[in-house]
C-alpha cells in the first residue's frame, strides 16, 4: 500500500502528535511530508464548512524543521518553498486555503486539490535535493 494511501485513514496530524513522534526520534522533514499528505488526502474527502476549517488549523500546525533551523533558515531542506512565510508558495496555498476555511462548502475543491498537489511536489522535490547534498 502506497504512503499516501495509508495517510488517507489517518486523521490529520496535530502538534501534539508531531511532537510526540519528533521527540521520539522521527525526521522532521518526514514529518512535515507526512503532515501535508494527509491535509491533501483529507481535501478528497471534505465538504463541509467545518472540514475545510479543520485543514486550516492543520496546515497552520508548527513543524520542528522550524525549530532546527530557527537561526539558519537559509539552510533548511524546505527554505525556497517557505522562507520563513514569505514564498510565493507559501502565500499562495494559505490564500487558497483560507478562501476554503471561510467559502469552501459553495467552492469547487479542484482549485484547493491542485494547489496541495503543487505544493506537495514542491515539498518531495526538496526533500529529493536535500538528499542529493547529504550524498
Known amino acids: 500500500m502506497e504512503k499516501t494511501d495509508r495517510n488517507a485513514q489517518k486523521a ?29 488526502a483529507f481535501s478528497k474527502t471534505i465538504f463541509h464548512l467545518s472540514h475545510f476549517q479543520e485543514l486550516l488549523k492543520a496546515a497552520v500546525v508548527p513543524i520542528f524543521l522550524c525549530t532546527e533551523y530557527a537561526n539558519q533558515c537559509h539552510m533548511c531542506p524546505i527554505y525556497t518553498i517557505c522562507k520563513q512565510g514569505h514564498s510565493d508558495a507559501w502565500i499562495t496555498l494559505m490564500r487558497v486555503v483560507q478562501a476554503y476555511a471561510i467559502a469552501g462548502d459553495h467552492l469547487p475543491k479542484e482549485p484547493l486539490q491542485g494547489q496541495l498537489e503543487v505544493f506537495m511536489k514542491k515539498l518531495h522535490s526538496c526533500r529529493e535535493d536535500a538528499f542529493s547534498k547529504s550524498h
Open 12 to 40: 490529520l496530524m496535530s502538534f501534539e502528535e508531531m511532537k510526540k513522534r519528533y521527540t521520539q526520534g522521527e525526521d522532521s522533514l518526514e514529518l512535515t511530508l507526512e503532515k501535508w499528505e494527509r491535509i491533501l
